[in-house]
């Protein structure tokens, strides 16, 4: 399981954290991370982090401004988002793949979803 907290409403320039905690599974052998899903848009791969060796991934959209961290001792990933665009509201998903998916981060790839949180970014 994976359950998800943080997020809310936050006007542009202001920062976010996203918080994921997984149970149920090993967290040493998955990438966890988060997608997200604007209105009327695709489901977009945001990032993921491998905690078994500090594999990060980030996408073009997000890279400088978001960073992905994990806490092993308490099965959490955190991501923390910074300088906030109103092109980033959407809803967020934790999400948690096998480790070799990290490269070739997808839905796909997906073994474990997390509840999505709305994160707004008023102009």
């Known amino acids: 399981q994976l359950q998800a907290s943080g997020g809310g409403l936050v006007q542009t320039g202001g920062s976010l954290r996203l918080s994921c905690v997984a149970s149920?599974?090993?967290?040493?052998?998955?990438?966890i991370g988060w997608f997200r899903q604007a209105p009327g848009k695709e489901r977009e791969d945001i990032s993921c982090?491998?905690?078994?060796?500090?594999?990060?991934y980030y996408a073009d959209s997000v890279k400088g401004r978001f960073t992905i961290s994990s806490d092993n001792a308490k099965n959490t990933v955190c991501l923390q988002m910074n300088s906030l665009k109103p092109e980033d509201t959407a809803v967020y998903y934790c999400a948690a793949g096998s480790a070799g998916w990290a490269e070739l981060w997808t839905e796909y790839g997906v073994d474990y979803w997390g509840k999505g949180t709305l994160d707004t970014v008023s102009s």
């Open positions: 149920g599974f090993s967290f040493d052998d998955h990438a």
């Open positions: 982090i491998r905690s078994s060796d500090g594999y990060k």
